[in-house]
């Protein structure tokens, strides 16, 4: 299995063809991720356990949203239900991507720590939604070695994760080598990936402008978008028969605790 190495008007068309998905079925579409949201930070407000616990899970409700973007693909309906298909199959392997997430990020953590930044990771991990303003400038002066390590492993583990959860979900990969394929892709699809991300932080800014309004719709084309670039770059991705992933009747995978 390997990533296909696609030229850079590629991430226009990730963009383009994510919006078309999006329109699809726009108004559920943003039900779906107000209620992650909503749900996200309900969880990450529940001291000590529910930031991990958030990290955890990510992967397992990000596959189930790639497959709504699957079966919108396919031209059958989106539905509530496919916020929890991911954990439907697999899901032992997904959340071992996210404990694979959080053990990393305390690691890069440890090391901006040993590189002089522990003041700044202090704040970091507190959790506080608006710091001191001359604290945080105090702390930034120290550690300008700190920023450059953390920002090249925090980078290096966003673009091993990309991918991972899908080629998990659809392709049964293990996790490890799931995030050594995602990572490659960014590597062999570096003139896409600049094409990619420079229009969506263009449209991003510009969404921002209208009172955030226009995050009703960049929300969604996140995650549409990123499916398309998916199948893209993986393009022997074959979904899971119809019978292994029930939409309307879930039941748990019977190892995901």
């Known amino acids: 299995m390997e990533a296909q190495r696609l030229n850079a008007l590629h991430g226009w068309e990730w963009i383009k063809r994510g919006y078309a998905l999006f329109m699809k079925a726009p108004l559920l579409w943003i039900v779906l991720l107000m209620i992650c949201l909503a749900a996200a930070i309900g969880l990450s407000s529940v001291p000590v356990v529910g930031e991990p616990l958030l990290t955890l899970l990510m992967p397992v409700v990000l596959a189930g949203l790639m497959l709504g973007c699957q079966t919108l693909e396919r031209g059958e309906e989106l539905e509530l239900a496919h916020l929890f298909s991911g954990f439907s199959r697999h899901t032992s392997h997904l959340i071992t991507l996210g404990g694979i997430s959080l053990v990393s990020q305390f690691l890069i953590f440890g090391l901006m720590m040993a590189a002089g930044g522990a003041a ?7 959790g506080q939604p608006d710091p ?13 070695f700190a920023i450059i390590i953390g920002t090249v492993l925090f980078c290096t583990l966003m673009m091993a994760m990309q991918y991972a959860p899908m080629l998990v979900f ?4 293990a996790p490890m080598k799931a995030m050594k394929l995602s990572l490659s892709a960014y590597v062999r699809n570096v003139g896409p990936m600049l094409v990619y991300v420079t229009t969506y932080l263009l449209i ?11 995050w009703l719709v960049v929300l969604p084309l996140t995650f549409t978008s990123l499916y398309v670039s998916y ?19 879930f039941t748990p995978d019977k190892d995901a605790f």
Do not use: C, K, W, Y
Not at 204 to 214: C, D, E, T, V
């Open 204 to 214: 991003a800014l510009l969404a921002s402008l209208p009172m955030l309004l226009g």
């Open 231 to 249: 199948r893209d770059i993986f393009p022997h991705v074959t979904a899971p028969p119809a019978a292994e992933n029930p939409v309307n009747d």
């Open 132 to 144: 001191d303003p001359a604290i945080v400038m105090q702390a930034l002066s120290g550690a300008g």
């Open 120 to 126: 700044l990771v202090s704040i970091l991990m507190s």
């Open 170 to 173: 659809f392709d049964n990969v």
